[in-house]
């Protein structure tokens, strides 16, 4: 007996303006990365940073991740359409973003944040960036619940959701064709990432698990992934292609970044503890003596 089966009527948009529509999606990013630039900045003060680091954080972080995300989609899931249909790359309020893509432009982006601004190691950054990110990851996920997208197989389960399959149709008059109840697994990895968030949160404040370098970043990768991994079990195919895969593509792009968090993991283990932090005043030390 079915008692908490969910029919989800849910709006994209939040209000219109004009004809531009504000959509839950785009305000869980704008949300998540509001929050996590004042968690980051409670980091900056607890080690007495640079302030000036800050804003450059930011900007690079959310150029990284849109830019990555957009593009991850794009060559990963269909790499022929849009490299035959360049300029469709750009058209990002159409829908598509890979969450694997966007985690690949936020380690370039840091690269050049450590090169050209901190000068700090680039895991030293990792540490504090991913320490919100479970939170806005979440935040993106219930974005993706609004728009009713990626969500999983049919279940028997009582707290399936039956998703509008119609949705462009539905918003501008037509009746609403429902799928069969289906696993909601965007509230699925949004559970796993609000954990991820606590627990990397929890090893920051309080155990100063940032003094092992690249420690919280390893934490965090084989947290989001793992679950991402086991999750895709449960989720319908998001292109043709996967179809009959023994592992779709999410699961093979998640192997390698839980296989980078477990080794920067045991690689924290049998590395000293950073010492201290450069004060907001402070310069690098001049080796050249």
């Given amino acids: 007996?079915?008692?908490?089966?969910?029919?989800w009527t849910a709006d994209p948009a939040i209000f219109s303006i004009g004809s531009k529509e504000i959509r839950w999606y785009a305000m869980a990013f704008i949300i998540g990365f509001a929050i996590?630039?004042?968690?980051?900045?409670?980091?900056?003060?607890?080690?007495?940073?640079?302030?000036?680091?800050?804003?450059?954080?930011?900007?690079?972080?959310?150029?990284?991740?849109?830019?990555?995300?957009?593009?991850?989609?794009?060559?990963?899931?269909?790499?022929s359409y849009y490299l035959s249909h360049p300029i469709e790359i750009l058209k990002m309020w159409e829908g598509g973003l890979a969450s694997h893509g966007g985690v690949l432009g936020i380690?370039?982006?840091?690269?050049?944040?450590?090169?050209?601004?901190?000068?700090?190691?680039?895991?030293?950054?990792?540490?504090?960036?991913?320490?919100?990110?479970?939170?806005?990851?979440?935040?993106?996920?219930?974005?993706?619940?609004?728009?009713?997208?990626?969500?999983?197989?049919?279940?028997d389960l009582p707290w399936g959701f039956r998703f509008i399959k119609n949705l462009s149709a539905w918003?501008?008059?037509?009746?609403?064709?429902?799928?069969?109840?289906?696993?909601?697994?965007?509230i699925y990895e949004a559970a796993c990432y609000l954990f991820t968030f606590v627990l990397c949160m929890w090893l920051y404040f309080k155990k100063q698990a940032w003094k092992k370098e690249g420690f919280i970043f390893g934490i965090f990768m084989i947290c989001i992934f793992v679950s991402r991994f086991?999750?895709?079990?449960?989720?319908?195919?998001?292109?043709?292609?996967?179809?009959?895969?023994?592992?779709?593509?999410?699961?093979?792009l998640s192997i390698p970044f839980i296989l980078v968090g477990i080794f920067f993991v045991v690689r924290a283990k049998h590395h000293p503890e950073i010492?201290?932090?450069?004060?907001?005043n402070s310069k690098p030390k001049d080796s050249r003596k």
């Avoid at 950054?125 to 919100?132: E, I, N, R």
């Avoid at 010492?275 to 907001?280: L, V």
């Fill in 36 to 79: 996590g630039y004042k968690i980051v900045q409670q980091m900056w003060k607890n080690e007495k940073l640079n302030p000036s680091w800050l804003d450059p954080l930011l900007y690079y972080t959310v150029f990284g991740t849109v830019i990555g995300a957009r593009l991850g989609h794009c060559l990963f899931y269909d790499p």
């Fill in 230 to 252: 086991f999750i895709e079990f449960l989720k319908e195919d998001q292109e043709a292609f996967e179809a009959g895969m023994m592992l779709n593509m999410g699961q093979w």
């Fill in 107 to 155: 380690i370039v982006a840091i690269f050049f944040f450590s090169r050209f601004v901190s000068h700090r190691s680039m895991l030293w950054t990792f540490d504090k960036l991913v320490t919100p990110t479970g939170l806005v990851a979440a935040l993106i996920r219930l974005g993706n619940l609004m728009n009713h997208e990626i969500y999983g197989h049919p279940t």
């Fill in 275 to 280: 010492q201290d932090s450069k004060t907001p």
């Fill in 1 to 7: 007996m079915k008692l908490l089966e969910i029919t």
């Fill in 171 to 186: 918003r501008q008059g037509a009746e609403p064709l429902f799928s069969v109840p289906s696993h909601p697994t965007q």
